[in-house]
């Protein structure tokens, strides 16, 4: 579940996750987004470890630095030890061991961990808001490209200098040399987010759900956010349009928004289309306890099955046409002129925005160069030819 800070994504993945458990699905809701509220929503105590909230239901929240120490130890470790003797007392150094955006990454491994015990059926992820969950996405790609052409390298050189330079430098320096443990840790880290990518991109394990609100703006970001979703290869197969004013509201302070939201109504139903809509009303009253989420849960799913999935669409594919190739990227409401591409060997890097996706070329394409592009049917159909023979 992702979208648009306040937007009620959290009282959806709960509702989700009641009506997952009441099927008989042994269910978690994890909630990764630094301001938690999945335990208000709950209206229980909830912390980094699963607690039991209701029959086949459990939640928790991931404490970033608990997910640090476990997986992320050794390297804080020795930042620490850096930092302090570079003269920085030892609070101060374990504080700028965390790395900015680590809390973020956490979130990933944890969802992995959970994966590959395999102890829950399903697992719901309220996430954090929509630009932050998007940036998660590039890491798999943005942290190959630099473990690839950096970090390997460089790990090995350490390796063999080791030996050779440890007398030498830490007298100098004051503090020793990464050791294997350190060296190996962000490595490590990286494989298993990679792993991860293999699970959020498969469409019949994996469906992002985006809640938006009738609203111009909410609307706007949501549009943006399936397209980067689509350009980073994850399926979208659900909108939730939240808090419409219920007919029986008839309070003349309220018809003017009434009008608009019926407006932005029919522009969320014709904008995400062919995307299935589900439209839930605004409550009288708070979304939080038990009580107030099965009326969401009854409100969204009725009798339906939340586990399936309500859309599929292949946002990736090539096309052959006699001696050319046609790479076809999904990218839904995003105009031609927004779009940025480059090709630079096997890789063609995709830039919408500030988000971007480098693309690892089958061979067929490799081989070729990009002959034109042009947008059709929300899908980006970028043509690739052998220059010498056009």
């Known amino acids: 579940m992702t979208g648009k800070g306040g937007v009620g994504k959290t009282s959806v993945a709960a509702a989700t996750g009641l009506r997952c458990a009441e099927l ?28 039991l909230v209701h029959p086949n239901l459990w939640g928790a929240e991931l404490d970033a630095l608990m997910e640090l120490e476990g997986n992320w130890g050794a390297v804080k470790r020795y930042i620490t030890q850096v930092l302090q003797a570079r003269g920085l007392e030892g609070v101060q150094a ?3 061991a965390i790395l900015p955006g680590m809390d973020e ?29 998007l940036r998660l996405l590039s890491l798999p790609e943005v942290g190959g490209w630099y473990m690839r052409r950096f970090y390997k390298p460089l790990q090995k050189m350490s390796v063999a200098l080791r030996p050779l330079v440890e007398p030498l430098f830490k007298p100098i320096a004051g503090f020793s040399l990464p050791d294997n443990e350190v060296m190996d840790a962000p490595y490590e880290f990286y494989e298993q987010i990679e792993q991860l990518e293999k699970v959020l991109t498969d469409n019949t394990k994996t469906s992002v759900r985006l809640i938006t609100n009738p609203e111009k703006m909410v609307i706007k970001e949501s549009l943006r956010a399936h ?27 309220f018809q003017h928004w009434k009008e608009h939201q019926q407006e932005y109504r029919q522009e969320i139903h014709q904008n995400f289309s062919p995307l299935p809509v589900k439209e839930v009303p605004l409550f009288a009253e708070e979304m939080c306890g038990l009580e107030a989420l099965e009326r969401l849960k009854q409100t969204l799913y009725a009798d339906e099955d939340p586990t399936q999935v309500y859309y599929q669409e292949n946002t990736i594919r ?19 002129d927004h779009i940025q591409l480059n090709k630079t060997g096997d890789e063609l890097n995709v830039r919408i925005g500030n988000h971007r996706r480098n693309l690892v070329l089958p061979q067929a394409l490799a081989a070729l160069k990009p002959a034109g592009a042009k947008i059709e049917d929300d899908y980006l159909k970028i043509r690739f030819a052998d220059t010498a023979k056009v």
């Open 318 to 336: 090539v096309v052959q046409n006699q001696n050319e190739y046609s790479l076809e990227l999904y990218l839904p409401g995003i105009p031609k």
């Open 24 to 51: 008989g699905y042994k269910t978690l809701v994890l909630s990764t987004d630094p301001a938690h509220s999945l335990a208000d929503s709950f209206d229980l105590e909830l912390s980094h470890e699963p607690r």
């Open 94 to 96: 374990e504080e700028l």
């Open 105 to 133: 990454i956490f979130g990933l491994v944890r969802m992995k961990r959970h994966y590959d015990e395999g102890e829950y059926e399903v697992l719901i992820i309220d996430s954090a808001p929509t630009g932050t969950a």
């Open 227 to 253: 397209a980067y979703l689509s350009l980073y290869n994850v399926s979208t197969d659900l909108v939730v349009a939240n808090r419409i004013i219920p007919d029986q509201v008839t309070d003349p302070f």
